[in-house]
T-cell receptor
């Protein structure tokens, strides 16, 4: 199993550009989520999905879109990049069933810089 | 509004000492409290977790103490080792809302 994979690892964007961060998992997990990590702010939930076709907003959804057309993939789209979106982005997946099994498996992250 | 408050921001401990990280939560709908460990350049990984109907959970050198009435919980790392140097995040999870809310993180450095 590859686990949770994210591409790209690094990305530099100019203000106003759009891009999609890719996330895929091969563990047949129902639950997937996107977080951003900023110094002193911890991990903040952007969007999450409890299954194919179902998405919902997290703590900081503005400026980001998601879709979940398959169980495996959960891309994050930046519509019009802003310097405030400079961050490290993590995708995670888990079972959404038994609470004792709600261990989130994180990808290696994408470091995004917006100039 | 920070639903999970974590302290301290950073911590330096001598090898063999006890590392203690504290968290407080506001949302009483949380029903699962995990701790994640993150090494530089990596994604976080689950370390240990507890449910609010348990006051303590121990796994090896790692122990969670949970005080439901005070809405506080803490991570104790016994016999801390240089390999424990990492960032630790506490979190609260709400089964009904499917949201995990993380604390701001604690950078632990264990001196050899």
């Amino acid at each position: 199993n590859a686990g949770v994979t994210q591409t790209p690892k690094f990305q530099v964007l100019k203000t106003g550009q759009s891009m999609t961060l890719q996330c895929a998992q091969d563990m047949n997990h129902e639950y997937m989520s996107w977080y951003r990590q900023d110094p002193g702010m911890g991990l903040r939930l952007i969007h999450y999905s409890v299954g194919a076709g179902i998405t919902d907003q997290g703590e900081v959804p503005n400026g980001y879109n998601v879709s979940r057309s398959t169980t495996e993939d959960f891309p994050l789209r930046l519509l019009s990049a802003a310097p405030s979106q400079t961050s490290v982005y993590f995708c995670a997946s888990s079972y959404s069933g038994l609470i004792e099994k709600h261990e989130q498996y994180f990808g290696p992250g994408t470091r995004l810089t917006v100039t | 509004q920070q639903q999970v408050k974590q302290s301290p921001q950073s911590l330096i401990v001598q090898k063999g000492g006890i590392s203690i990280i504290n968290c407080a939560y506001e949302n009483t709908a949380f029903d699962y409290f995990p701790w994640y460990q993150q090494f530089p350049g990596k994604g976080p990984a689950l370390l240990i977790a507890i449910r609010p109907d348990v006051s303590e959970k121990k796994e090896g050198r790692f122990t969670i103490s949970f005080n439901k009435s005070a809405k506080q919980f803490s991570l104790h790392i016994m016999d801390s080792q240089p390999g424990d140097s990492a960032t630790y995040f506490c979190a609260g999870f709400n089964t009904g809302g499917f949201k995990t809310i993380f604390g701001a993180g604690t950078r632990l450095f264990v001196k050899a």
